[in-house]
């Protein structure tokens, strides 16, 4: 019975743009989502400007279980392609159950100028099912990125949802969400990896992340991350074994509880 009164009042709050933009893989959520200036596969979602710095083909699959809500759960997959003119990336999304959900197709391109600077920019098409009284929506929305490397030990990104407030086909005007992230990446240390971020959805207050990974084994990574406005704390691990990544974590949240996420990634060196 909690668990259908907790569906029937979060459902609303989660559905119809609250998931968007969806974001990727465990590293980040074991980090505080706060990855917005790495580089990696998930950069398809969270900062395309990242995905110029891959240097090989990589695919990656994610799955988090919101408040251990089965109706709540989200899937990705990811696929970036480097090229000499420059990478590629697609993603899909999906978020829901079967009568109301949420679903993102993305195309993703980024050119790495230097090693210094790359930008990214990708179009999704949203796609929400509702039920049958409410009827099915969707929308084509813009991301912008770049990820800048001025030091040996820096990296910046910065980023933007929908910068051109695109709109639902609905007969109620509605929005896509705009969101701006900003965000450093420091690594003092070959076993130690800092991280902090901004953003700023323009319908809700300013959220604050910071993460840390430890690098503490060949192999092993331990991470940990804090969310401010939402509050929120995450826990997370990664095992890397040669091309396979497995990255596992935690996000905890005093009100709602506990929130599990796994990714599998696979790059083709």
């Known amino acids: ?10 459902l609303p709050l989660t559905l119809f743009s609250q998931n968007i933009p969806f974001e990727g893989g465990a590293k980040s959520v074991g980090m505080g989502k706060s990855t917005i200036a790495l580089s990696q596969v998930w950069s398809i979602n969270n900062n395309q400007g990242g995905l110029g710095f891959l240097e ?32 590629l990336g697609l993603s899909i999304d999906f978020f829901g159950y ?26 999704d098409y949203l796609q929400y099912q509702q039920p049958e009284e409410y009827g099915n929506t969707h929308a084509v929305v813009a991301e912008l990125g770049i990820m800048s490397h001025p030091y040996q030990n820096i990296y910046i990104g910065a980023h933007i949802y929908n910068p051109s407030r695109s709109k639902f086909n609905t007969a109620v005007e509605k929005f896509a969400p705009t969101v701006f ?6 690594t003092p240390d070959p076993m130690v990896s800092l991280t902090a971020q901004v953003d700023k959805n323009l319908d809700y207050s300013t959220t604050y992340k910071a993460g840390v990974e430890l690098n503490i084994s060949k192999a092993l990574f331990l991470r940990v991350g804090v969310n401010l406005y939402p ?32 990714s599998l990634g696979y790059e083709f060196k």
């Open 1 to 10: 019975m909690n668990k259908l009164l907790l569906i029937v009042f979060l």
């Open 181 to 186: 992230g900003f965000g450093l990446a420091y």
């Open 56 to 87: 090989n083909p990589e695919i990656g699959v994610y799955y988090t279980n919101r408040f251990l809500l089965k109706e709540l759960s989200s899937q990705s997959i990811a696929y970036a392609y480097p090229t000499k003119y420059g990478n």
């Open 98 to 123: 079967s009568q109301q959900s949420e679903m993102q197709f993305g195309l993703a391109y980024a050119k790495k100028f230097n090693k210094y600077l790359s930008l990214g920019l990708k179009f």
């Open 231 to 262: 509050n929120a704390y995450y826990l997370g691990l990664g095992y890397y074994f040669k091309n396979i990544k497995f990255d596992f974590a935690f996000s905890y949240q005093n009100v709602l509880g506990v929130s599990p996420a796994s």
